[in-house]
């Protein structure tokens, strides 16, 4: 059964810094690109950013240049891949719940799967 957790979530001052990680916890032989979303009180959820199994990454404009995605290669194995969300010069325009998703693909046949795997979401308030 594939697990999507998200942790790093918190209060900081307009300026700060927060990290984000997200442990999705998968099956051996797929791989798992994997999404950043954010969703603030009142707002639809948006794209934050992504990296795909390629490592290639993508992000918002709202959020390019002050945040950077990554794998962490230290934590990630076979069957379970850890992706971090560095976020700096953070804003109270950043404050939401923040998502992580996981696409699980592969050369497997039985790996592909178009719905995307969810966590529970982690929460990042900045105060001006």
């Known amino acids: 059964q594939v697990r999507v957790v998200e942790s790093g979530g918190g209060s900081v001052q307009a300026g700060g810094s927060l990290r984000l990680s997200c442990e999705v916890w998968?099956?051996?032989?797929?791989?798992?690109?994997v999404t950043w979303y954010r969703q603030a009180p009142g707002k639809e959820r948006e794209f934050v950013s992504s990296?795909?199994?390629?490592?290639?990454?993508?992000?918002?404009?709202?959020v390019k240049g002050r945040f950077t995605i990554s794998q962490d290669n230290m934590k990630s194995t076979l069957t379970l891949r850890v992706t971090n969300l560095q976020m700096n010069s953070l804003t109270p325009e950043d404050t939401a719940s923040y998502f992580c998703?996981?696409?699980?693909?592969?050369?497997?046949?039985?790996?592909?799967?178009?719905?995307?795997?969810w966590g529970q979401g982690t929460r990042v308030t900045v105060s001006s």
């Open positions: 998703s996981a696409i699980q693909g592969g050369a497997f046949a039985q790996c592909r799967r178009e719905t995307p795997y």
């Open positions: 998968g099956y051996k032989y797929c791989s798992y690109s």
């Open positions: 990296i795909d199994t390629n490592f290639n990454t993508k992000y918002s404009d709202s």
